[in-house]
């Protein structure tokens, strides 16, 4: 994997865990010499692994519309700033140019990012990582809904083992890298 999405919050969260853990990912992704992928703003989480990223020497591309532009959000010292027209041009891009896909901690728009490209996966449109850093455990009733979901028959066990959730950056890297996805066929059931 050379190039990874990472949605995360606008806002740094009420623990400092969650902007250490964003650092210590991109210190991961430097390390492996892996571009960061992100929405390309310089505040909260979002800021913070960016300029982690950006301090190691790493590659940083940042994918925004011109309207979040015009309200200063956008970060000014990334290796590349590719201006979109819209939020959907933006996912649409982001997909384009990841190799797979991590959600940090964050509020709706980091969620319905994670679910809009999880969904893209499991009706076949990429066989690309999505994964979750489960930092403090802020994932882990998230993860219990999906698996509930599967259980109430909503989503296929197998959809729902798709997303990968690690507490260590290395480790979910490495998982990353030796996810194969699946062939679950059709997802929807017509019996009653």
Known sequence: MKNICVYCGSNPGNRPEYIVAAKQLGTELVKRDIRLIYGGADVGIMGAIADQVLSLGGEVVGVMPQLLI???????????????????????????????FIALP?????????????????????????????????FDYLCVFIKHAATEGFIKSTHADML?????????????????????????????
């Not at 990334?78 to 797979?100: A, F, I, P, W, Y």
């Not at 509020?107 to 679910?115: A, Q, S």
């Not at 969904?119 to 403090?136: D, M, R, S, V, Y």
Request: charged share 20%; net charge negative; glycine share 6%.
């Open 70 to 100: 015009d309200k200063e959000v956008a970060h000014t010292n990334l290796s590349e700033l590719v201006v979109v027209d819209s939020m959907h041009q933006r996912k649409s891009t982001m997909e384009q140019l990841s190799d797979g």
């Open 106 to 138: 964050g509020g709706l728009g980091t969620l319905e990012e994670l679910f809009e490209i999880l969904t893209w996966a499991q009706l076949g449109f990429h066989n690309k990582p999505c994964a979750l850093l489960n930092i403090e455990a802020y």
């Open 164 to 192: 990968i959730s690690k507490t260590d950056p290395a480790a979910l890297i490495q998982a990353m890298e030796n996810y194969t996805a699946p062939k679950a066929g059709k997802w929807i059931n017509k019996a009653l």
